[in-house]
Structure formats: C-alpha cells, structure tokens
C-alpha cells in the first residue's frame, strides 16, 4: 500500500463545541471488531446455512474478500477526509449532488436502524427463551431494549465505547467457546466432515450461483459495521494514523473467526437444524459433546447481540451530527448535550425511528435489508474514492491500489443484484425506505430554502 500527499500533519483538535475526542488506538480496534461481531453471526448462520447447505462456510469466504475490498476504500477516504458523516461526505465530494448525497445518507441511517432492529429481534428469541420460561411479548422486550441503549448513548461516548469494549470481549468469549467445541470435536472425532462441501442446491451453474451469492448477501449481514467506525473520525485521536490498522485488523480477525465457527456450525450441526433455530450456535453447543452450560453461552449471545445493537444506535445517530454540519439535514440535528457533549437530538431521532422498525420483519428480513441497503452504499463509495482521486490534500493518507476499489465496486453490485435471490420483501421493505427518504428530502428542502431567504 502506499500513501500520498507531502506533510505529515496530524489530525486537528476537535472545535469549540465539537465531539470529544476520546478514542485511541486499542479502543478503536477493539470498537471495530465488536461493531462487526454481533447479531450477525449469532442469529443469522442458520439463515444462511438454509441458502446454501452443509458448505456453509463459503459464503462467509466471500463475504470476507469483499469487506476486505471495501474497507480498503474506507481506510483511504476516512485518511483524507477524518470527519463524521461518513459515506454521505464522500459522496457530496465526489459527485456534490446534494440529492444523492441525502440518499445515501439515509441508505446508511436505514441499514443501522434495521440492524439494530434485528438485534432486538434477537435479543428476544431462542437465546432469551433458554433463560426465561415467561411468555414476555417480544416487541415489549424490543421497545425496551432500544430505550435503555439509547439512554447509555445519551451519557456519553466514552461509557458507549468502553461498554462496547466489555461486550465485545464477552462475544468474543462466546466464538472462542464454539471453536473450542470444535476442535475437541475434531480430536474425538465427532461431527459429519462431508457435509462441508454439500450445497442446498441439487443442481449446477445458474441454481448453484444464485444459491451461493444469496447466501453470501445474507451473510454479508454479519461483515457490516466497519463502516460505520469511521463516523467516529471527530471522537477519535489521531484518526489518520489509527484507522488504517484498526479496521483492517478488524476484518482480518473478524472474517477469520466466521469461516471457523461456520465449518465448526456445520460439521456438528445439520443445516436443517440450524435454519430452524433463531439462535444456531446454541444448537452447536448443545450437539458438541461438551459439558457447557447452556444457559451460560445464551447469556453470552445476549450480551453479543446487545452490542450490535448499541453500536448501531450510536452510529446512526453520529451520522445525523453530521449531516446536519454538513447542512444535508437541519441543523438542529446536530444539537449536543452540554456537558456530555453527545448528539442529544441525533439519539431520540434514530431511537424513534429503530422502536417503529422492530415490528417490520424478522430477524432474517431485517438482516437481509441491512445488507442490500449497504451493498448499494459501498458500489457507491468504491466509484467515490477513485473519483476523489482528483481531490488532494496536504497531510499524508493510506491510499488503496485502484484495483481494489474496482473490484469492491463489481461485488457489490453483484450481490445487491437480483442474482443473489432474496425475497421480494427486502426489495419492498428498501423502497418503502427509500421512497421516505425522496419525500424526507423534498420536506428538507423547504426548509433550508426558507431559512436562506429569511
């Protein structure tokens, strides 16, 4: 990899009245891989192990190479431009339509709020029901939810963060378990090997193709979240030089544990039993062989899923901060709470707006539009960055090798594409979503063109 530009100036302090800058180095790294780890890979396998059979470890495969392909894109434009905001300001950069601009904002808004709401989904099903034999209504339990992290955002970011880094290690905690389980498995010799490289699909070519990339679409649900770091840039010190290693330190360990706990998910657990579970690692456990509490490891999947949900509740509401700076929405969205210097309107707005989403879909609905939804930003930002190559700045930056954002481009627009055969609904759910976003926009317009003239 390389760098350019001439000087070597560091990142500026935040401004009067700006976020707190209160995120080094290790924080960020380990932010990163617990914005990755979560929801996805606890809940959704057996959805993805549903698409495409005992082989179910190669969609995650690919979905590795093509985080890896983006996030390069990400690294070099969060170098060059370290504030929040995110894909929307590389976006206005790039193309400076502010229509698009507001589209993909809103594309990236929506796909954290879906996650975030497929995180309590989560949050109530089989790993809960391990603990509590009470028929708790699920979107109570939900609504709940939401409400609490949203109080935990309005505190601060530095006890977001460092309570991101606790559930963060206790996730991890929960895939080292299932690796353990695996390799004892391995070494007694238990598990079913050939189921490895058995595909759902009976037949070859086009039905094998769509198979797999609808399963690598779905499970591309459990990579998403590294975009979502850099909309930290302002809260973070030096963000020049600390996001490079920390995101790619972050896929790297991330994509490494998904291939493993999937060849250990399918090697002990058939992918019937696991598509019918809204908690599959849980079967793995229990078929492992090993005298592991099962309650103890749904406790740890709880606390996984809570994590994916605080982040992305945090994110989202970074991202209205930014973009109202950027005046792409009101500016009264990037109001902050003085003292805690947190984005107090940004929190309600998306709080809000993931309670009224909690009851749209299921937990497979919700991750699959997640995915769609940041497949069409990311076609977007790798297009961003070789445009932007046309843009220097003073300070040095990573800069990715042109093919990398090129081949990011192509696979993901592949697999947002209708050849990675995902039901109608995440289609329809996208264009509710966006079709609010164009008339958010025409209202927003208004607006700002009234106070102009005013």
Request: charge should be neutral; glycine fraction near 10%; proline fraction near 4%.
């Amino acid at each position: 990899m390389t760098t350019s530009g001439t000087s070597t100036t560091a990142s500026p302090p935040a401004e009067e009245g700006g976020l707190h800058r209160a995120i080094g180095p290790k924080l960020l790294i380990l932010f990163v891989i617990g914005d990755i780890l979560g929801t996805g890979i606890y809940a959704t396998t057996g959805k993805v192990a549903g698409k495409v059979g005992g082989a179910l470890w190669v969609p995650f495969a690919i979905g590795f190479v093509v985080a890896i392909l983006t996030a390069a894109s990400y690294v070099e434009l969060v170098g060059k431009y370290p504030k929040a905001a995110g894909a929307a300001l590389y976006t206005q950069k790039a193309f400076k339509t502010p229509f698009l601009t507001f589209i993909i904002a809103f594309m990236v808004m929506c796909s954290g709020l879906s996650s975030a709401s497929a995180a309590a989904r989560a949050f109530s099903g089989d790993y809960l029901a391990e603990l509590t034999d009470d028929a708790l209504p699920p979107t109570l339990i939900a609504i709940t939810f939401i409400v609490l992290l949203a109080a935990l955002n309005m505190r601060g970011v530095s006890e977001s963060v460092k309570t991101n880094v606790v559930l963060t290690l206790v996730e991890l905690t929960g895939l080292a378990i299932i690796l353990a389980i695996g390799a004892y498995a391995v070494l007694t010799g238990d598990g079913e090997p050939s189921r490895l490289t058995q595909f759902e699909s009976d037949g070859t070519g086009y039905a094998l193709l769509t198979g797999v990339l609808g399963a690598t679409a779905l499970g591309f649900f459990a990579f998403v979240g590294f975009e979502d770091s850099v909309n930290m840039a302002e809260e973070t010190k030096d963000p020049v030089r600390t996001f490079p290693r920390a995101i790619f330190i972050g896929v790297a360990v991330t994509g490494t544990i998904y291939v493993l706990v999937a060849l250990v998910s399918s090697l002990l657990v058939d992918h019937k039993t696991l598509e019918g579970s809204s908690g599959p690692l849980l079967e793995v456990v229990k078929a492992g062989g090993v005298d592991f509490p099962h309650e103890l490891f749904a406790l740890i999947a709880l606390f996984a899923v809570t994590n994916s949900a605080l982040i992305n509740i945090m994110m989202a509401s970074r991202l209205c901060y930014g973009m109202a700076n950027e005046r792409i929405l009101p500016r009264a969205m990037g109001r902050v709470l003085a003292g805690r210097r947190t984005p107090v309107v940004g929190i309600v707005f998306v709080s809000l707006l993931a309670i009224g989403l909690v009851s749209t879909g299921e937990i497979e609905g919700l991750g699959d539009t997640t995915a769609f939804l940041l497949l069409c930003v990311f076609a977007v930002v790798n297009v961003a960055v070789l445009v932007l190559r046309r843009d220097p700045v003073e300070h040095r930056h990573f800069r990715a090798p042109t093919v990398l954002p090129v081949l990011g481009a192509i696979t993901a627009l592949i697999l947002a594409s209708p050849l990675a055969d995902r039901p109608a609904e995440v289609y329809i759910r996208a264009g509710v979503l966006i079709a609010i976003g164009i008339a958010l926009w025409g209202v927003n317009k208004v607006v700002l063109g009234a106070r102009d003239e005013d």
